[in-house]
């Protein structure tokens, strides 16, 4: 048995999951994070204003293993489908798959840029290496595609 302990100390530590990093240390990180949730707020309102749907939207802080606010380019992405949600109010088809969702989750990514679709909430899942959004079928996709696609 006394053995087999380092071999379990070891696995218990390779198997533990990622933490996210310290994101909010600085205060250029800290200004940062507070004019995305400011222009959140501002997108938020937008959609409610074009279809009628309370929507919330947030950045999935824990899905950041780090944050430069001056280099970092993920608050446009989230932008683009809370604008992209507004447009799609325009037609009564659009609005009724807007109003399906209660909640937009901006994430981190390092597996591609998607949407997916979850019970009420929309993750926008961005990698800033891989910006060609995927949509469920094959090829480039847009926001408004993959949107369609799902809502």
Same mark, same amino acid.
């Given at each position: ?5 380092? +071999?379990?100390? &070891? =696995? !218990?530590? =390779?198997?533990? #999951? ?13 200004? &940062?994070?507070?004019? @995305? ?17 309370? =929507? ?6 824990? $899905?950041?293993? %780090?944050?430069?606010?001056? =280099?970092? @380019?993920?608050?446009? #992405?989230?932008?683009? /489908? +809370? ?7 325009? $037609? ?5 798959? /807007? %109003?399906?969702? @209660? ?18 909430? +929309? ?5 800033? %290496?891989?910006? $060609? ?8 996709? $847009?926001?408004?595609? !993959? ?5």
């Amino acid at each position: 048995m006394r053995n087999l302990m380092p +071999l379990f100390v &070891a =696995v !218990a530590i =390779v198997s533990r #999951p990622a933490l996210a990093g310290d994101v909010e240390k600085t205060v250029a990180q800290k200004d &940062a994070w507070s004019a @995305r949730a400011r222009m959140l707020e501002e997108k938020t309102r937008a959609v409610k204003d074009a279809c009628g749907a309370q =929507v919330t939207a947030t950045f999935d802080k824990s $899905s950041y293993a %780090a944050f430069d606010p001056l =280099v970092d @380019r993920t608050e446009a #992405p989230c932008r683009d /489908v +809370l604008n992209t949600l507004v447009a799609l109010c325009a $037609s009564p088809a659009g609005k009724a798959g /807007v %109003a399906k969702v @209660r909640e937009v989750s901006c994430r981190f990514s390092s597996v591609g840029t998607k949407l997916t679709f979850e019970g009420h909430t +929309l993750k926008v899942w961005i990698d800033p %290496a891989k910006s $060609s959004i995927e949509g469920l079928k094959k090829g480039s996709s $847009s926001w408004k595609s !993959a949107l369609e696609e799902l809502l």
